[in-house]
């Protein structure tokens, strides 16, 4: 089966063979369809053959609940496999990395406990007024009436000074953590990177740029930044120099990806949907509503996967241990059993927190509140200064089945 069949026509593939896991689908924003038929027809369904080897797929919303409410059936631990469909360790591109994401307790929640201090609600409270300031900088450096890309110049800069701030980056050189950030999920296909090698080598360089910093604040007075942190902790101070790198890259593509696709994403909405956007333009009110449904919306982690610690049943289907179980997030959150409506973008949802983006359980997002602040304060900003900010071409997505993201947004704003 070619791959313009696996795109054009998932109805026709036989289920047994039908693999949601290819990149392709999610560049080309297709694979929607082929999540509707499992979930219509198969929402546990066993994909038997695939680049990343057999897998579960878990396709619906309470099913989804299930698997990511139960860390002690179904296991986060890199050694095991990890938290995403390409195993962690062993097999081509492997970092053999380890982080607190890909962790069981005692020790995930050893480590969570380190940095979640960092996004508590009394230190985004100090954090506000800093990200509203830069947003406003941001925002007014852009021309009117002239096409320009937005995610350059807005979303991955917003996201990347408020990751600059939280790691107390060196300000010039902070776009280095979106190019560690991009390079981390990057296969050699989406042209990023032109092999493993390269990708394990910049990471490296990440890592000894870091241990820099690291060296420079362990020999300091603790301060209130995600590296003094780790290295002030007696749980995380004595890091094996891998997990010290792994731990980085969660903490960076997880405070940079996840808001500055949702950023784009957003303004991708309102446009496809008008309606929408002359509801938020009449009454700026429904933005504590509109944020939440971006998320669910556009879902910017597309999954995550546990491996199962024991047999277990899952939607009337028996999962082997050893198992690889994939939760489509994206899936999840059209599931129509759960959210009314889900295939509409609506910004005014009774109940728009009832979503999967974040995750549930021991491995809910720590920073959610810190990205819908993000979110909450870039809209804020716009809606002062723009009466619309149009999409004025096709928007270039991600090749990943992993971050559901944008490489490009052609926008114009209008004063």
């Known amino acids: 089966m070619t791959l313009a069949d696996l795109v054009d026509a998932p109805h026709e593939i036989p289920l047994d063979q039908l693999d949601v896991s290819d ?20 929402p546990v369904h066993y994909c038997a053959t695939s680049r990343y080897g057999p897998y579960w797929s878990v396709t619906k919303f309470n099913d989804i609940m299930r698997v990511d409410t139960d860390h002690k059936t ?44 960092i996004v508590a609600p009394a230190n985004l409270t100090l954090l506000e007024p800093i990200i509203r300031e830069r947003a406003g900088t941001i925002l007014d450096s852009l021309p009117i009436g002239e096409e320009f890309d937005l995610v350059d110049k807005v979303s991955i800069e917003l996201t990347t000074m408020t990751l600059a701030t939280l790691f107390d980056f060196p300000w010039e050189e902070r776009r280095k953590l979106t190019r560690w950030s991009d390079v981390a999920t990057a296969t050699p296909e989406t042209g990023l990177i032109s092999s493993f090698d390269q990708r394990r080598d910049e990471l490296m360089e ?32 004595d890091m094996p120099f891998m997990e010290f790198l792994g731990n980085l890259m969660l903490l960076i593509v997880g405070g940079n990806d996840t808001t500055r696709n949702s950023i784009s994403g957003g303004v991708l909405a309102l446009n496809q949907n008008p309606d929408e956007y002359r509801k938020l333009m009449a009454d700026p009110g429904l933005l504590p509503k509109m944020i939440p449904e971006i998320i669910r919306w556009q879902t910017p982690l597309t999954h995550m996967r546990r491996t199962a610690l024991a047999d277990a049943e899952i939607g009337g289907k028996q999962i082997a241990k050893g198992d690889k179980v994939v ?37 809910r997002c ?11 304060i870039i809209w804020e900003e716009i809606l002062k200064r723009f009466s619309r900010v149009e999409v004025v071409g096709e928007p270039e997505r991600s090749l990943s089945n992993l971050i559901r993201g944008f490489t490009y947004l052609p926008v114009k704003l209008h004063a």
């Not at 990440?206 to 002030?232: T, V």
């Not at 720590?366 to 909450?376: H, K, P, S, T």
């Open 74 to 117: 179904f296991s986060s631990e890199a050694k095991l496999g990890g938290i995403a469909i390409q195993d962690m360790q062993g097999g081509e591109g492997a970092l053999e990395l380890e982080m607190f994401i890909a962790m069981d307790p005692p020790k995930h929640d050893a480590q969570r406990k380190v940095v979640s201090p």
């Open 206 to 237: 990440c890592a000894y740029y870091f241990k820099g910093l690291w060296d420079q604040r362990i020999n300091s007075e603790p301060k209130p930044d995600l590296i003094s942190m780790l290295a002030h902790s007696p749980t995380t101070r």
């Open 23 to 42: 990149p392709v689908l999610f560049q080309q924003d297709v694979v929607g369809e082929h999540f509707a038929r499992l979930r219509r027809e198969d």
């Open 327 to 363: 939760m489509w997030y994206l899936s999840g959150n059209r599931d129509e059993d759960v959210i009314d409506r889900p295939d509409e973008f609506i910004i005014d949802r009774l109940n728009p927190r009832q979503h999967l983006s974040f995750g549930f359980g021991i491995h």
């Open 366 to 376: 720590v920073g959610n509140r810190l990205a819908e602040m993000q979110l909450r």
